[in-house]
């Protein structure tokens, strides 16, 4: 049990007497960090949250844009972290469960998953390999069963991980507006509970994960089944489309209890259950274990009377359980039985709105140590060091892992994995480009720079496909928000976030807040995921074979700016010094740009620099195209740097468009007229990829060379062990 | 035309998307627990995970009701098409020979790859020429077609490869990626065909691919 003294007191006083055992569980469950937000709430009203293509209703799980035509896409973001560094398998694939049945609580078909997953430094550490091994097999498993394709994400690797699983999902669904569920419930509606039975899974597994991770406690896992909630995804669908489901709740973090009093809250209504009822997986389970249950593949649904015989017709085609287990009270309030007897009763909005703290927040000592700049010695070998950086797990190709997920099925993915961003197309012939990001190298240097940082670099990736921003996600990950120091990194991200999407307009449609990611060996860095959504009106810029004689440009200005860069940790081994920040008008400048030359159709090919900097990219354009560039350094716009700095500096606000002779004027000329910083930077041509300074050949590196030790490293470390 | 959805199967609506939006079959999707109509001109098994594939892909999904219905459908010499965890079923049924394993990745594999043309002469190839690559992905776990040498020489003999991988993709005997009956007309393949046709989609040539339904378009007199 989690409730702290002052919080028992609070319930006291807003009931006017004591709660008995059973009460105390369910607030408990409610009011845990993870489900109630209690240390973050009142700071995550800095987002932007309207927006013209925002849908906003009540009791939605899920973010809603409007993608015209009578469409509409949903999105949500979730962790499962501490579950995944106990149980690596089946924390992941719950993982996945519980952010698609958000997607189909709004009434709407999952269509894509994204997945941003980080761990130790699996070079070394056997531990983070069997981890990162398990994750991915759990997320493949379940999604590939489900028929969800997984078309995005991204893998990172490092020491503050260890011991440690950060495993992010993200969900898209599709569907028409006007199924959308609209949450109205009105007395003697029936509340019926469907899908997977309870069972001891997951207890106080909202708890668990709100508090820092010492023991493996593994009855706090929840364990996965994909049939199941497959058949839960049909016979909702199918439920939808006859008008059968009034409300619909997803039952995830603390299981019925939150379930309930979120639903009674949000729709000001009351809900009495009878725990009796539900379909169980063993006996005598006790009433409070019943109500906070986490076991999966579960939805509350509210339906009208008369159409339950329809609702249960259609959960027997399908095979799911279904139980009427209670009905809806005009009394707000909660009430919980067992078959007669009455277990709980509290007021909804009581149970719904944890007291919400103001935590203290309070600048890190280290930050002030880390940002100065570290002295590095510059190598003179810069193309063996390229090499390196290809062979760097954070930087290598993610094949081994995206190819064991489904990224085809559903047959909308245009642009497939191992892109800047997916693409899939939409049933009004528009396009949507989704990309998630995170930076926690950036963020641990500076947590404003590198939160806005991971935001633009999300808006690049979706960008270089010719998709315009229409809204973002974000998932803030950090340690012990009891910490003041861990708190300001957490306020300081948000602030970054917050101030980037206002000045963009892009609203942020969905979120989720979690603190408590510490093992024995201390806190995370600072780890807030942005996912970014774009949308395409016509065609999707679909990276052409890049020819002979085309053109490499640079938009965007290379700085000084190596603090948290890989080249500076995996190559050095330091770290700190000045983080790459971002230039609100250049960002949005270049953006544009890009953009118009995209939609004019002048580029042939795009992409975002970013991690590992602009060799790294470079690299990148040449191994996936098998073709050789060579590169003037002289052309790239910076100020006076060290060709090394000039190489792998992490710089934003950067892209590398590919354009044809015939092309080059009018785009040079388009940059030109909008004041973009750009170079015409190489040309593409022979087999290797070259970095000149005037005529002295600074790398050379064979582009088989590279695409062989990109292609393999990954795969490399985790099949040995 | 009918593709028959199991409780698992999760490649039925892009195949029934394929089949009447892109070429205009009169398609139409039925539930496993139903009958099938007797006037249908062919019949498709589409991907998935029936049943979750539990103890083995496709082996309940292989007991269902609406199996005798595709069993007759076949004696009658129908166009019948088993795509991934259809091919598994129609195995486990026994209307085609051998099984499929997991692949020696010993992992779940997404990926496009090319087929070779092995057999143009079923209802589903017929437009196709002999040798012909075709670009299409796989999406499986147990995708290793297995048979013995003496069924593989019978298969050999009774032209009854259909397409073969260009590459050591999963272990499969002889790089079989798809096999029919004796009779040419049930075929079932790993790769699948209703990812590929359409070129939006694929990212090599969808041209090729889009043959094994015009194919099936020939063979019911509809083209």
């Known amino acids: 049990m989690s409730l702290l003294v002052q919080e028992k007191e609070f319930l006291q006083k807003k009931i006017g007497r004591k709660a008995n055992p059973t009460e105390l569980q369910i607030v408990a469950a409610q009011w845990s960090e993870h489900c109630s937000y209690k240390s973050s709430k009142m700071h995550l009203k800095m987002l932007p949250k309207q927006g013209k293509k925002v849908i906003s209703e009540k009791g939605l799980d899920s973010g809603v844009l409007d993608v015209g035509d009578g469409y509409v896409v949903t999105v949500h973001i979730e962790s499962h972290n501490h579950p995944s560094a106990v149980d690596p398998y089946g924390g992941a694939a719950t993982g996945v469960g519980g952010i698609i049945r958000d997607i189909l609580s709004a009434g709407t078909r999952p269509i894509a998953i994204l997945d941003s997953l980080r761990f130790g430094n699996i070079s070394k550490d056997p531990y983070a390999k069997w981890l990162f091994k398990n994750a991915v097999r759990g997320i493949a498993d379940y999604g590939n069963c489900l028929g969800i394709p997984t078309i995005g994400g991204e893998v990172e690797f490092d020491n503050c991980y260890k011991k440690y699983a950060l495993v992010d999902v993200a969900a898209i669904g599709f569907g028409k507006k006007n199924r959308l569920i609209k949450n109205n419930a009105a007395n003697g509606d029936l509340v019926v509970l469907i899908g997977g039975l309870t069972g001891r899974d997951g207890i106080g597994g909202s708890q668990f994960a709100s508090d820092i991770l010492q023991e493996e406690n593994r009855s706090a896992v929840q364990i996965p089944d994909p049939f199941i909630e497959k058949l839960i995804i049909e016979a909702i669908l199918e439920a939808r489309n006859q008008n059968c489901i009034k409300a619909m709740k997803d039952l995830g973090g603390g299981g019925l209890a939150c379930a309930i009093s979120e639903t009674a809250d949000t729709l000001s209504v009351g809900i009495q259950v009878d725990v009796n009822k539900i379909h169980k997986r063993e006996d005598g389970l006790s009433p409070a274990e019943l109500m906070t249950s986490e076991s999966q593949e579960r939805m509350l649904i509210i339906t009208d009377k008369k159409k339950i015989t329809k609702l249960k017709k259609i959960c027997k085609k399908f095979g799911v359980p279904c139980s009427v287990i209670g009905h809806v009270k005009k009394d707000k309030m909660i009430q919980v039985r067992d078959n007669k007897n009455k277990i709980a009763l509290l007021p909804a909005n009581v149970v719904a709105n944890a007291p919400l703290l103001d935590r203290h927040a309070s600048i890190p000592k280290y930050l002030k140590k880390i940002q100065k700049e570290p002295k590095i010695k510059s190598p003179q070998n810069l193309t063996k060091i390229l090499l390196r950086m290809l062979s760097n797990p954070n930087l290598a190709s993610k094949t081994w892992v995206y190819s064991q997920y489904d990224h085809e099925v559903g047959i909308r993915t245009v642009v497939k994995p191992g892109h800047d961003a997916a693409v899939l197309r939409l049933d009004n012939k528009k396009f949507l480009a989704l990309k998630i990001d995170g930076n926690p190298k950036h963020c641990y240097v500076d947590p404003k720079q590198g939160a806005i940082g991971c935001f633009e670099e999300a808006c690049r990736n979706v960008v270089c496909t010719g998709a315009t921003p229409i809204g973002m996600i974000d998932h803030l990950q950090f340690g012990n928000p009891e910490d003041p120091e861990i708190f300001w990194t957490f306020k300081k991200s948000l602030e970054g976030i917050s101030d980037y999407a206002k000045h963009l307009k892009i609203p942020c449609v969905g979120g989720k807040v979690s603190f408590y990611n510490e093992t024995d060996n201390g806190p995370i860095k600072p780890t807030p995921i942005i996912g970014v959504l774009g949308l395409i009106d016509h065609a999707p810029l679909v990276s052409q074979k890049i020819m002979k004689n085309d053109l490499l440009l640079i938009v965007g200005q290379t700085k000084n700016e190596l603090g948290g860069s890989e080249y500076y940790e995996y190559i050095h081994g330091v770290v700190g010094g000045t983080c790459p920040s971002v230039d609100f008008i250049a960002s949005k400048l270049n953006m544009k740009s890009v953009l118009t030359c995209i939609k004019r159709g002048l580029v042939n090919a795009s992409h975002d620099c970013s991690n590992g900097g602009l060799a790294v990219a470079v690299s990148e354009l040449c191994i996936k195209n098998k073709i050789g560039c060579s590169v003037l350094i002289d052309k790239i716009p910076c100020k006076s740097l060290a060709l090394d700095r000039i190489l792998f500096s992490e710089s934003h606000s950067r892209y590398l468009l590919v354009v044809t002779k015939k092309n080059l004027n009018t785009v040079c000329n388009l940059l030109s007229k909008n004041n973009v910083q750009f170079g015409v930077i190489g040309t593409f041509n022979g087999s290797d990829i070259t970095f000149r300074k005037k005529a002295k050949i600074i790398v050379n590196l064979s582009v088989d060379k590279g695409r062989k030790n990109w292609l393999r490293s990954l795969e490399a470390l985790v099949s040995n062990g | ?223």
Request: aromatic fraction near 8%; hydrophobic fraction near 40%.
């Open chain 2, 1 to 223: 035309m009918g593709i028959v959805v199991f409780p698992g199967s999760n490649c039925d609506r892009d195949m029934l998307h394929v089949l009447s939006d892109v070429f205009k079959f009169d398609a139409k999707l039925f539930w496993h627990q139903d009958r099938l109509p007797k006037n249908l001109d062919a019949v498709v098994l589409p991907g998935g995970f029936t049943y979750g594939d539990r103890l083995r892909a496709g082996v309940i999904a292989s007991h269902s009701p609406i199996i005798s219905d595709i069993k007759k459908m076949a004696e009658k010499g129908l166009p019948v098409l088993g795509v991934c965890n259809g091919f598994q079923i129609l195995v486990e049924t026994g209307i085609l020979p051998g099984v499929l394993l997991k692949n020696d990745s010993l992992q779940f594999m997404c990926k496009w790859t090319e087929l070779i043309v092995k057999n143009n002469k079923t209802p589903f190839t017929n437009k196709l020429k002999m040798n012909q690559r075709i670009a299409i992905p796989i999406a499986n776990g147990e995708g290793r077609y297995y048979v013995d040498n003496k069924t593989l020489e019978s298969l050999k003999k009774n032209n009854q490869i259909v397409f073969q991988y260009t590459e050591k993709i999963n272990g499969s005997s002889d790089r079989i990626a798809g096999v029919c009956n004796k009779e040419k007309n049930v075929v079932g393949m790993m790769p699948h065909p209703e990812r590929a046709s359409e070129q939006l989609i694929n990212p090599k040539n969808s041209g090729t691919t889009s043959k094994i339904f015009e194919s099936l378009m020939i063979s019911i007199g509809a083209a």
